[in-house]
């Protein structure tokens, strides 16, 4: 089993050796990462604190982005925010990716009332209104956090691949190896982990990028509204206080252009990462380069 884990994860590195776009779109999303990290750990963040400066200063060389009505330096809120709107989106991208994973792959591999039951379900909650739902839930919940964000998220997005996952197990379980594996005596809890989940792992990849990305526009939206985490420091919420304060209206493009700047950044360096990832994924895309 761990040899098959090791062959499926070298198929990945070696495309990605290959694969300009999907190694773009990681240098992308690492480097936003690093000065995430890494900047929240070498500024002062007592300068984000509320009133810890003067409010509205325009970009000068004491604050780079100068400050906003709330008088932190947008700066340091900026860098501080990055890491929470990663996080937020691994943790809602893991969470929803792994229900859907363990979902497609009762639902295509055992079939019959298993596979209806679990497909009903999907195609059920895929109709609704996720944004509708997920506003109901954020506006009854007294305190919100990074992590119950990322959670509320998650729980509205594991539809999508559940059904991927779901097709391709259907394709893999007519393969002739695993038939001979089953014929060698295997069960079905073992084709499934030893001989299906290696041969997924390109598709999982590029799921869990896709699901990290609708992740991360989820929460921007929820937060921009109004209902994210109010004690948090987050990109979604930098553009909620910065509407709430009338920023565009002040013309204080120092406090909204650059969470949306980021977040723009954020989003190219995902879409490279999950193009990329689609040529491992799709033997089409493969042949057409």
């Known amino acids: 089993?761990?040899?098959?884990?090791?062959?499926?994860?070298?198929?990945?590195?070696?495309?990605?050796?290959?694969?300009?776009l999907l190694v773009s779109g990681l240098a992308v999303i690492m480097a936003v990462v690093l000065v995430g990290y890494v900047g929240s750990a070498v500024i002062n963040q007592d300068d984000a604190r509320v009133g810890a400066f003067d409010p509205g200063l325009r970009p000068s060389a004491g604050h780079l982005l100068g400050t906003d009505r709330q008088a932190r330096d947008v700066l340091a809120v900026l860098i501080l925010s990055i890491p929470n709107t990663v996080k937020v989106g691994l943790l809602a991208g893991a969470v929803g990716l792994?229900?859907?994973?363990?979902?497609?792959?009762?639902?295509?591999?055992?079939?019959g009332l298993v596979d209806l039951v679990i497909r009903t379900i999907a195609d059920v909650?895929?109709?609704?209104?996720?944004?509708?739902?997920?506003?109901?839930?954020?506006?009854?919940?007294?305190?919100?956090?990074?992590e119950m964000m990322a959670l509320i998220v998650a729980s509205l997005s594991w539809m999508y691949p559940t059904r991927a996952i779901r097709a391709q197990t259907l394709s893999l379980r007519e393969r002739l190896y695993v038939e001979v594996a089953r014929l060698n005596g295997e069960s079905g809890m073992e084709l499934v982990v030893k001989q299906m989940l290696p041969n997924l792992l390109p598709y999982i990849a590029?799921?869990?990028?896709?699901?990290?990305?609708?992740?991360?526009?989820?929460?921007?939206?929820l937060e921009a509204l109004g209902l994210g985490p109010q004690g948090e420091f987050t990109l979604g919420m930098m553009i909620y206080w910065a509407r709430f304060y009338g920023a565009i209206l002040r013309?204080?493009?120092?406090?909204?252009?650059?969470?949306?700047?980021?977040?723009?950044?954020?989003?190219?360096?995902?879409?490279?990462?999950?193009?990329g990832l689609d040529r491992i994924a799709n033997p089409r895309l493969q042949r057409s380069k």
């Open 1 to 20: 089993m761990a040899t098959r884990y090791r062959d499926g994860a070298y198929r990945v590195l070696i495309h990605a050796r290959r694969n300009m």
């Open 98 to 111: 792994g229900i859907g994973i363990v979902l497609g792959l009762a639902a295509g591999y055992f079939g």
């Open 125 to 146: 909650v895929f109709t609704i209104p996720g944004i509708a739902i997920m506003i109901i839930v954020a506006t009854n919940i007294r305190t919100m956090s990074v």
């Open 206 to 221: 590029a799921g869990f990028v896709a699901s990290v990305s609708g992740a991360i526009l989820a929460t921007i939206g």
């Open 251 to 275: 013309g204080m493009w120092w406090w909204w252009s650059p969470p949306i700047a980021v977040i723009v950044v954020i989003f190219i360096g995902l879409l490279l990462a999950s193009a």
